[in-house]
């Protein structure tokens, strides 16, 4: 007796189709699973067994062979045992051959149905492939909820689930998400942050146009504080945004029970000891990295020259191309990464190169040598340079109300719907994304700003990628002041952000 039962596997965060092929035979009682299976998939044998035997249903005497096609891709993970427990139910002709459905889930010895990571962005792809039906665990049902076109039917245990295949009874299918904001947690405001004008209306550029950051100055003067702001100000995710955001932190298995999509902008902040693979991922099961974890938000990075070099390396893909492609034996992986990237550091290992008050005890060669650890086309890639300086007593102890963040957010806000009128059907995001061939359509300068541009690029020695993040820069700027062209006074903002490399990276040149 044969049975067909379909299911789905991950490669990444792309979904694939399963087929489990169960045979039962008079034979020499066994129960092997073939196609490649990890140990999770091994250990389905004795999940399946006992949830079978507590639930009052038989388990065949003959010879199990459980076939997971394809059988080149490996199988990982505990998700199949429902639909091998489906398939030996129907194989004995308990149940009916399901067709067109899918089953994902793993089994408690009793017979629950427990979560599984990744049902998201396997659903979404089963929806692509035609697939009418899906039955998984109640634990998922918040995440499946966001998944159109199919019907989704969550299962607590398999009773139910066998009863209403005979029809016996029925179960109701999740509800379709609507496209709600969701209640947050507190987000730290930049109203507790005294003094740095200069470093908030970087950040306040960034926000508005997805630009990189890079925060240099002395221990204590707030660069942590203030990048812990910044998802305060930045704007609302839409809906494609959110779903792109939820597919990864559910195949990672970092979703919140019962939250079908994730609304708020991640905030990720690796120690600087994080690895290679903790930052792009992959690893024996491929899991999603920082780097895939910080899509659609913020990444930061503290303490900079602190990180391994190749982690710091590994930077410069994404922060170019908005995606991590890893390239592996048996497998090779993209993951989304399109983020903001907010760093900070020290200017020496002491933290008081350049301090107005405070002498630096570092040699020269030790300066030199910390600050090599960013390398120059990393620091490249990160459109605003900002030295945050220490704060007075003055301005510590004044009373005066700071800007709030929801101020600083309206005109976020309003740069950004700037930007999705201007490339409405285009799919640029924002203006840290513009492709190059497309500058000199959106970022139209001024016969001033033209002439002052022409002389800092050989003045400067800048870089084509430098030359065309200034454009990016000051295309933000004018959309703050809602300019249809880049006026002189944009242009020479966003030079002043590019200034610090020569202050510290090149000062005896």
């Not at 929806?127 to 634990?139: D, Q």
Request: with cysteine; glycine share 10%; aromatic share 6%.
């Amino acid at each position: 007796m044969l049975a067909t039962i379909r299911s789905l596997g991950l490669t990444g965060i792309e979904p694939f189709a399963v087929t489990a092929e169960v045979s039962v035979s008079q034979a020499m009682p066994g129960f092997d699973i073939v196609g490649l299976p990890d140990a999770a998939v091994r250990e389905s044998r004795d999940r399946v067994r006992s949830a079978l035997l507590h639930s009052g249903y038989p388990f065949p005497d003959g010879r199990i062979v459980v076939n997971l096609a394809p059988a080149g891709v490996r199988k990982v993970g505990s998700l199949y045992d429902l639909p091998i427990l489906i398939g030996l139910l129907s194989a004995q002709g308990i149940l009916p051959e399901p067709q067109n459905a899918i089953f994902l889930g793993e089994l408690s010895l009793s017979g629950e149905v427990r979560s599984v990571d990744g049902v998201l962005p396997m659903l979404l792809g089963a929806a692509g492939l035609g697939i009418s039906s899906a039955f998984i665990p109640a634990g998922n049902a918040a995440e499946a909820s966001a998944v159109q076109g199919m019907t989704v039917y969550p299962v607590a245990g398999i009773g139910e689930l066998v009863c209403f295949l005979r029809k016996e009874t029925t179960l109701l299918p999740v509800s379709d998400c609507a496209f709600e904001e969701a209640a947050g947690p507190p987000l730290a405001d930049f109203s507790d942050v005294k003094g740095q004008q200069v470093a908030k209306r970087a950040l306040e550029i960034a926000a508005a146009g997805g630009h990189n950051v890079l925060m240099i100055g002395a221990p204590g003067t707030g660069k942590s504080m203030l990048a812990k702001r910044l998802p305060s100000i930045l704007p609302e995710m839409h809906p494609e945004e959110a779903v792109e955001t939820t597919k990864i932190y559910s195949a990672a298995g970092l979703l919140p029970p019962g939250v079908p999509l994730i609304r708020n902008r991640p905030f990720r902040a690796p120690h600087h000891t994080v690895s290679t693979a903790g930052m792009c991922g992959g690893g024996s099961i491929p899991r999603p990295g920082e780097l895939s974890l910080a899509h659609n938000g913020v990444l930061f990075l503290d303490e900079l020259p602190e990180f391994q070099r190749p982690v710091l390396e590994a930077l410069r893909q994404p922060l170019e191309d908005g995606t991590l492609t890893l390239s592996r034996a048996q497998a090779r992986l993209s993951y989304p990464s399109r983020f903001t990237l907010v760093a900070a550091m020290n200017p020496c290992p002491c933290g008081y190169f350049g301090h107005p008050t405070r002498s630096c005890t570092c040699p020269e060669a030790r300066i030199e040598r910390y600050l090599d650890r960013v390398s120059g086309p990393l620091l490249d890639r990160i459109d605003l340079h900002v030295e945050v300086l220490p704060v007075g007593y003055d301005l510590l102890s004044s009373r005066r109300q700071e800007e709030t963040s929801a101020e600083i957010r309206a005109r976020v806000t309003n740069a950004r719907g700037i930007q999705d009128r201007r490339f409405g059907g285009l799919g640029i995001p924002c203006n840290a994304e513009i492709p190059p061939p497309m500058l000199p359509r959106f970022c139209p300068l001024s016969p001033d700003a033209d002439a002052l541009l022409r002389k800092l690029f050989d003045r400067l020695s800048l870089s084509g990628r430098a030359y065309d993040r200034i454009l990016k820069v000051s295309r933000t700027i004018a959309d703050l002041d809602s300019s249809g062209q880049i006026e002189l006074e944009h242009l020479n903002e966003a030079v002043q952000y590019r200034s610090l490399d020569r202050k510290y990276w090149n000062r005896h040149r």
